[in-house]
């Protein structure tokens, strides 16, 4: 069975669209005030008046995977502090299974 994934992400779209919104400032700073990715599609597209439906390397935005989407405004929004506990978080739960063979001790 291969891998149908792109970079991590369900497909090339998918990857090219997330790529868009971490790297363009306007893009992100939007995406920072969205509760989804279905708002951040009504914002860009139809209020901001995007005048492509498609990223600059021709991915449409519509066609992106929407779970995936929506993890990454999720992602977008997350405080520091909320970020800083979850890595925390992560790193004990890896740190004791390597050491104990097992996350909760």
């Not at 008046?49 to 990223?55: I, K, L, P, S, V």
Request: with cysteine.
């Amino acid at each position: 069975m291969t891998d149908q994934t792109y970079n991590g992400w369900a497909d090339w779209t998918t990857w090219n669209c997330a790529l868009w919104i971490n790297n363009d400032q306007w893009l992100y700073d939007i995406a920072k005030e969205c509760v989804d990715y279905k708002e951040f599609l009504h914002e860009v597209l139809y209020m901001v008046g995007m005048e492509n439906d498609a990223t600059a390397d021709g991915a449409d935005w519509g066609e992106a995977n929407l779970e995936e989407m929506d993890a990454l405004i999720a992602e977008i929004q997350e405080t520091p502090k909320e970020w800083a506990a979850r890595t925390f978080r992560s790193i004990k739960l890896r740190y004791n299974y390597l050491k104990y063979g097992n996350a909760f001790h």
